[in-house]
């Protein structure tokens, strides 16, 4: 071993990583029972889907929204400038009277579409969902109830994956679990963090108060969020009530997506900053965000670390950088081309001998028992929203230290932009 003194680093790591799964868990099992106030009201929806270029799902997405079982819907379209047949396809809907149709000229953001949209609505509840997600039935009629509360600004549903055919997108899907769980025990604390766009409700009137979407953001949903906290509504989620959307499919459609993200999520600590003192959720700023960010940071924090002390112990200083980048590289061309053999190697090099019992030494023992408790963290977030574990889950579950470290790459590159100020893209 190259770096013997980061051992006792790396368990320490891993001992927090293990506390940080344990307590998500325990929130959930503390505070599952929470009872909210409901109404049996049916006040006016107005759904609102923005659309730029989506043409060759935006007609699923309208199917699905047509299809909610809900007897008041008012469903506006926003055709954001697009250069595809998304007109063509609306045409279709407008001549039976299903829909409504607001077309920009030129392409203005998808905070500009929503905003247009909004001046539109006839509904006192407004229901976003992007144009490549598609909501349940009855997911509608359970996001609505919790308006009975008059301080409720937003009730968030759950995201899943839709397209699951890769491993990229598998990942993703796990992901999305451990996002939703997260969601929904903010929630207890009326302190969620993101408004996903594929499926949030919304009062009209908070969103007024706290100012609507902001064109300026490149995570317009994160920052209403934080608007909608700071004018001191609370923010809740509703497992029952599901949209699945579509996963970026490809490295450099997921390095797009998530270089906005991890830029915006700085962006957010600039703009929001003062969301820590913020006396309308105390909840929020002294604990839900604190301890969201903690368990954001785990993964970049052990990974360089795991990374150092797996280097061999007889290779000399000038090739570590010649090691990592090879590491690096196969683990990219091994998700990219999904090639068996290269697939094989990873697995021996960092699964199989991960679980050698017949060298079981203290930071063995509590790397398995961190895995044990991330598989036990991420079956109760599929038990939760209502989904079954398949068995190539596990095929991802093997990967998803790789998963990460890609993802760690992204957030080291959208950081250094951020350090150059570099212009922020949508």
Known sequence: MQ???LTPLLAAEIVFFIVANCLWVSLYFSFRNRKYSKTRKKPLVSILI??????DVLGDTIKAVLNLDYPKKDIIVIDDGSTDRTNDLCKAFLKEKKIRLLRH???????????NGIKLAKGEIILTVDADSFPERDSLKKLVPYFADPKIGAVAGVIKVKNTSKLLTMFQRLEYFQMAFQRLIQGFFSSVLVTPGPLTAYRKSALKDA?????TSIVEDWDITMKLHKAGYKIISEKGAVSHTMAPSSIKDLHKQRLRWNRGGIEIARKHYDIFFNKNNRALGLFVFPLHL??????????????????????VLENIPIYLSQMISAIIGAIASLKFFEIFALVETMVLDF??????GMLRIIGLVSVGAFVTFIGLSMRTTIEKFRPRD????????????????????????EMLRRERKW
């Open 105 to 115: 000229k030129h392409n203005l953001g998808k905070a500009e579409a929503l905003n």
């Open 3 to 5: 770096f013997e003194w």
């Open 50 to 55: 923005p659309s730029y270029n989506k043409a």
């Open 294 to 315: 903690v368990w954001l940071s785990l993964p970049f924090i052990l990974l360089p670390t795991a990374i150092m002390v797996m280097i061999p112990g007889n290779m």
């Open 211 to 215: 100012g609507h979407f902001d064109n």
């Open 394 to 417: 596990l095929y991802a579950l093997l990967f998803f230290s790789v998963y990460w470290l890609m993802l760690l790459g992204i957030f080291i590159h959208a950081f250094v932009l």
């Open 355 to 360: 679980f050698d019992f017949m060298n079981l």
